[in-house]
């Protein structure tokens, strides 16, 4: 099945300790994006990559770094600089400017 | 703020069509409308986007208004799995720098009803 995957589900970890959120797709997209999601809110972008080797800060990127070396793969992490990385985090690929697919999302819960 | 606007929540038969309205009167001439869904602690789901020309795909039809400050999502024979929060967005074509929020309103909780 084509797709996009988030791995794990859940995660949880000490305050202080960085963490990576795995982002995969099979569906050939050139674009692909990091989201968190709060209770009750939009979607701010974190990062984002249209191209491999190539990446751009979204709104909301201090405390988070990512990587693109392949095409299929954009893993996030958190580190110890976010000051509130407790959320739900949704990574997308795009085929064009305009529809975004979305993973199933990581809960992070950091204590 | 969301630019859009969507009531609360509503209820429709399976089987029926679903119609879910959105008044979004601020829409600029380059945003398109967009829409998706949410299913509880699972990622968004892309459904249908238009710029002003009614559009329909597998999933649904979306029907915009001439001026363009509303617009319906239809979905043909709505089932049980049909259940979700649907967002109606605008939003310009995305080729990076601030455009990148989606900017979800509160959304219209769908029941669909044995």
């Known amino acids: 099945d084509g797709g996009i995957t988030q791995s794990p589900k859940y995660l949880f970890r000490k305050e202080g300790q960085n963490v990576t959120l795995s982002c995969e797709q099979n569906?050939?997209?050139?674009?692909m994006y990091w989201y968190r999601q709060d209770p009750g809110q939009g979607l701010r972008l974190i990062y984002y990559?249209?191209?491999?080797?190539?990446?751009q800060k979204g709104d909301i990127a201090e405390g988070y770094s990512v990587s693109r070396e392949k095409k299929e793969s954009f893993p996030l992490t958190v580190t110890s600089a976010q000051k509130n990385p407790t959320a739900f985090y949704l990574c997308?690929?795009?085929?064009?400017?305009?529809?975004?697919?979305f993973g199933p999302g990581t809960r992070l819960t950091v204590t | 703020d969301a630019k859009t606007t969507q009531p609360t929540s509503m209820d429709c038969a399976e089987g029926r069509a679903a119609n879910l309205p959105c008044n979004h009167s601020t829409i600029s001439g380059n945003e398109y409308v967009y829409w998706y869904r949410q299913i509880h602690s699972q990622g968004p789901q892309y459904i249908i986007h238009g710029l002003k020309n009614n559009e329909t795909n597998e999933m649904a039809s979306l029907i915009i208004t001439e001026d363009r400050k509303s617009s319906t999502l239809i979905l043909p024979h709505a089932t049980l799995r049909d259940t979700a929060v649907y967002y109606c967005?605008?939003?310009?074509?995305?080729?990076?720098?601030?455009?990148?929020?989606?900017?979800f309103g509160k959304g219209t909780k769908l029941s669909v009803k044995p």
């Open positions: 569906l050939n997209h050139d674009a």
């Open positions: 990559s249209q191209i491999v080797n190539d990446f």
């Open positions: 997308a690929s795009s085929p064009s400017p305009y529809e975004q697919y």
């Open positions: 967005i605008v939003r310009a074509a995305f080729y990076g720098g601030s455009q990148g929020n989606l900017i």
